[in-house]
């Protein structure tokens, strides 16, 4: 019975974990990213134009979401590997329940543990980011060219380089996607 009682608490764990880990492109996608826009924790209203001339991953997640709480450190990893004048990540709140305020405490949350999310944090005030983005569920991560064209999309978490053992095969890594946007292939 204890056996079986452990069988189940793992495979619970890993549905949590990997919900939502549906591959909804191929990585080759080209299509016009609509010009989204969102407030950042700070208060500033930004979009994606913003940030032309930049890659830019759209991290959409929620405070509460298990997987999203695992992305953060893969994208940590993304943040540190890349220079801020090729790369923008943008960590955005598609959860219309939460606050900016719930949201910064994540990051200070993570910041207390050593982690320092030192990207931008922001909300979906509107809905329009979700709306045209997300998939089934959270995370979902996209990724735009300089020119501001969504390149790829996935619907669950994403790795920077490494995938852990007896993770799903849909896993994606993050490294050679971005490598080949930024040309360093």
């Known amino acids: 019975m204890k056996k079986v009682i452990a069988v189940l608490s793992i495979a619970i764990f890993a549905a949590s974990i990997f919900s939502g880990c549906i591959d909804s492109s ?40 298990q997987p999203c709480q695992y992305e953060m450190l893969e994208l940590l990893k993304i943040y540190k590997n890349y220079s801020r004048n090729d790369l923008e990540i943008l ?54 060219d300089q020119e501001g064209n969504l390149k790829f999309k996935h619907e669950g978490v994403c790795v920077y380089s490494d995938i852990p053992p007896n993770w799903p095969s849909d896993t994606q890594v993050l490294k050679p996607i971005i490598d080949e946007l930024l040309n360093k292939t």
């Open 91 to 144: 960590s955005v709140d598609v959860d219309s329940r939460e606050t900016a305020q719930q949201l910064e405490s994540y990051r200070n949350a993570f910041a207390s543990y050593g982690y320092n999310l030192d990207w931008v944090f922001g909300m979906d005030d509107d809905g329009s980011i979700a709306n045209k983005y997300l998939g089934q569920g959270i995370p979902t991560l996209c990724i735009f």
């Open 26 to 65: 191929n990585g080759n996608k080209t299509d016009a990213g609509e010009n989204f826009s969102f407030t950042t924790i700070d208060g500033e209203h930004k979009q994606l134009s913003d940030y032309r001339g930049k890659v830019v991953i759209l991290d959409m997640m929620a405070t509460w979401c």
